[in-house]
């Protein structure tokens, strides 16, 4: 009996001893083919704050929650089985998918340009609290919308880097990947929306240093949320145009792409070390941006040739024109702190959110 009950104890410490080490390998397989999609990542982190620009402070984290929601659904429900599947039986497909997913990103990077250009969408904002629940809804659609190609770029990007892993593996990995990243992007994008809130708390307190601070991260906030928005239009170009240049190397067009590595090897060759690499990365970058806007531009062209894509302009601005100038929310405080007006004598918002003027 003795002896029975000492070999399932043997068995049960050897299956812990190979769970422990497919855990371990999935963790060290997640992390790298996170590193690999890494450069998406930053675009999505660049990308999704230009949603809550202007938006009521009271509705940012909230607003924010329902893009991560979202962002979790497109990765584990949408993106995860279909990615498997076709990986598993039709990996053909993949790449014709990630093309038309590239296209929307160079479509979307051309027309904000385009409504930049042309004065599409520069209308006055008007509160979200004073708008119907349907504008918010239609906000948040886009910014899902757009994390859906992003995601599917990040779940592709690390399916390729576990291309050899049996399929359960590959499905336990993705998972790891998808949890961790929405994590990283959705956090980071919460501290940067509220970084303002920070530095006016800091702004009301005693300490002159803490003034300074919180003085500096309010007025720094609306040149970060400007810099932020040109990143995000860029970052869709430049993704969108590389699965592109990609795309049609592997659907065998290989003029652009080899012309691309071309000049990008030269690049490398001519500087030595770390600082070749980054001018190399750099230049592909450039020439990958400048397809997708070609593409995109081409695409917008032809979106405004069709007789229904004449009045999308006012629909798709629908979910830029959000509530208060989140540029200027906190605008008044800092100066009231700068005259010795302690910041805290304002009374509170009725709507629930920081002490600041709105």
């Known amino acids: 009996m003795s002896g029975g009950l000492m070999a399932l104890l043997d068995d049960v410490a050897a299956l812990a001893r190979v769970t422990a080490a497919s855990v371990d390998d999935i963790g060290a397989a997640a992390g790298r083919a996170s590193m690999k999609a890494a450069g998406v990542v930053v675009d999505d982190t660049a990308v999704t704050p230009q949603y809550v620009d202007g938006i009521s402070p009271a509705r940012e984290l909230p607003i924010i929650w329902r893009i991560t929601k979202g962002s979790l659904r497109n990765k584990l429900l949408f993106i995860l ?74 779940m592709v990007i690390s399916l390729n880097e576990v291309a050899d892993e049996p399929l359960l593996a590959r499905a336990a990995i993705l998972v790891v990947v998808a949890l961790g990243i929405t994590a990283l992007v959705y956090g980071v994008v919460a501290l940067i929306i509220r970084m303002d809130d920070f530095g006016l708390h800091l702004a009301e307190r005693r300490s002159p240093a803490a003034q300074r601070i919180g003085r500096g991260l309010v007025k720094g906030m609306p040149k970060l949320l400007t810099v932020i928005s040109v990143v995000g239009t860029a970052a869709m170009l430049w993704v969108g145009g590389h699965i592109i240049l990609v795309g049609i190397d592997e659907l065998g067009w290989h003029a652009p792409y080899e012309a691309v590595h071309h000049v990008e090897t030269l690049v490398h060759g001519a500087v030595h070390g770390g600082l070749g690499a980054a001018l190399a990365w750099l230049t592909n970058t450039f020439f990958s941006a400048v397809l997708g806007l070609a593409w995109g531009a081409v695409l917008v062209l032809v979106w405004e040739l069709l007789p229904f894509g004449k009045g999308r302009h006012g629909d798709h601005h629908a979910e830029q024109e959000a509530s208060g100038e989140h540029h200027g929310k906190h605008s008044a405080a800092a100066p009231a702190a700068q005259d010795g007006t302690a910041p805290g004598d304002a009374s509170p918002p009725a709507d629930g959110g920081s002490t600041a003027a709105r």
Do not use: N
């Open 81 to 154: 089985p279909v990615a498997l599947l076709l990986s598993q039986f039709a990996p053909w497909l993949l790449t014709p998918i990630l093309m038309l997913g590239g296209s929307y990103l160079c479509f979307e990077g051309a027309e904000k340009i385009w409504g930049k250009l042309s004065g599409h969408g520069a209308g006055e904002k008007t509160p979200v609290v004073e708008k119907s629940r349907e504008a918010e809804d239609t906000m948040v659609g886009g910014a899902v919308r757009t994390d859906l190609i992003l995601s599917a770029e990040i």
